[in-house]
């Protein structure tokens, strides 16, 4: 068998939802509940003869179990076939002799919920494998018949209906040599018949809204803080996005960067600072996971993003996959697509489990936003509310000055004269010391600057006299 794995990787690679590695000490029988987790959740890799630290061990410690009795206790132990596939590897171990590893291939059965020997059921969470709960036991078993539509053949299709660029991509960020054909059967995406799979039209098909009018994407923009009709009607951008699943995460990211608005204000060193409306950590990642395990089977709505003034929505088709709810997601995830999932994990597209939602909740929170609100409208949908608290800010944009200047007045305006404007249109007034820390200039500067903009008309200046310690300048129409 042809060895497509990055050995080094093994070693310097963060154990997550889709990779472990355990000891060749570690007693044989107890690795099945690690790829029955694996194989109830995305499917993964369990490497054999690295330490946890990455050190490789091999099998040559005197402690050590052969690598055939792991293998036995993969083919003789289970209860129900584990769809796994295993590869001995050579390499070199930490003491520089020649060793071996073992490599677990796991695959997910859509369609079942593995059970151990004992009846007992694992998943796999973040990087450790969890036992379920009866109940849990049986959400998984109801999200379970869900993902067959992953695995359900398009008719009259074949490899002429893939995006063949995209498809080269993706082969190279698996770094192998593997055809294109050869990759698409090892990750389930043709059927044994030679047909495409709905997995492999979303993830590479030409034209995926041939099949599935709604597997696309909408933006809207309004302008205010809620959708108006008729006269009033507010939208002010709209794109429509068709594309293959990594295009659309591509295209929705230069369309939402490209609407992001950017504010400037006084930090607390009195420094004037540019910060985005949104962290891009925490939109992206919103958006990711949209597309990633919407209900593509639910072909009644598309994705939606939704920009007001005061926040960002983002709306997916399909209810949370169970076993996660809106209580426990912050460290329980579980996907409904996990080839689409596995696919977009190798693109660098999706996150190791949960680092994603719980990093988005640290970025707003860094940005001294709110925390990202998840709700489950008609429990057939989910929908993530991202505030960007505008009002409560000491921010301002470069437009809302043209809302009270001319565009022939603004024309004639510095850089320096345009960020006292951006100052003041929020904090309504201010003075020379202020403008000096604004403009890291001198005391003579910064008072030239302001005087000029009161022979424009622009400002006033407030005060009892030249040497007034309080005087101070406001914008002439406030």
Known sequence: MQNTYNIQSFSSRKEDKSFDRKSARKEPKEILRHLIGFANADGGLLVIGIENGGEITGFSHTKAHKPEEFIHALLNIQKMPIPTTYQLLDVINNQGLSDQILVFDVASPNSRVITSHDDRVFLRSRDETLELTFEQRLQLEYEKGQRIFEEQAVENTDLDDLDRELLEQYRQKLNTERSIEEILRAKHLITKEGKLTNACILLFGHNPTRYFPNARLRFLRYEGKSPLTGKAFNIVKEF??????????ESAKSILKSQLREFQYLDDNGQFTKIDEYP?????????????????????????????????????????????????MYYTRFSRNPKIARVLYEFGWVKELNEGVNRMVKEMQDYQLNTPSYFEPNDNSVKLILENNIEHRTLRELEHIENILTKDVMNTLSESEILILQYLYTNKTVSVKLVKEILNRSHLTASRIL?????????????LSPTDPTQHYKLKNN
């Open 240 to 249: 429509m996005v068709e594309e293959p699943i990594p295009k659309l995460l």
């Open 280 to 328: 891009e950590f925490a939109w992206l990642e919103g958006i990711v996971n949209a597309i990633t395990h919407r209900s593509y089977n639910n072909q009644g709505d598309c994705i939606r993003i939704s920009m007001f003034d005061d926040r960002l929505e983002i709306f997916s088709p399909g209810g949370l996959p169970r076993p996660v709810t809106l209580e426990n």
């Open 451 to 463: 005087r000029g903009l009161e022979d424009k008309g622009i400002l006033t200046w407030h005060g």
